[in-house]
């Protein structure tokens, strides 16, 4: 099976130009929180990306959310993301 991560970054490599992407998973820091679910990730997604550079960052984090959609039902509790230049 392949690792989740790289789901993720082929999902947003498919749909965005990007320099690089970090994935870092933060759930581990939730688990004492009241919605805490083990089958789901808290994630840091830093990206690089000249495209979502350009864009203002609502924008860039809208498309990022818009690819992720079915991961954000299912997969994802929560999600922060860094557009980094």
Avoid: C
């Avoid at 299912?74 to 860094?82: D, G, N, V």
């Amino acid at each position: 099976m392949k690792n989740y991560f790289e789901e993720i970054r082929e999902k947003l490599n498919k749909e965005i130009e990007l320099e690089d992407i970090e994935i870092v998973d933060n759930s581990h820091k939730h688990k004492g929180h009241k919605s805490f679910s083990p089958e789901k990730f808290h994630l840091h997604l830093k990206i690089k990306s000249l495209y979502l550079n350009s864009l203002s960052r609502v924008s860039a984090q809208k498309i990022v959310m818009k690819i992720l959609r079915n991961d954000l039902k299912t997969k994802i509790h929560a999600l922060e993301i860094s557009i980094e230049k």
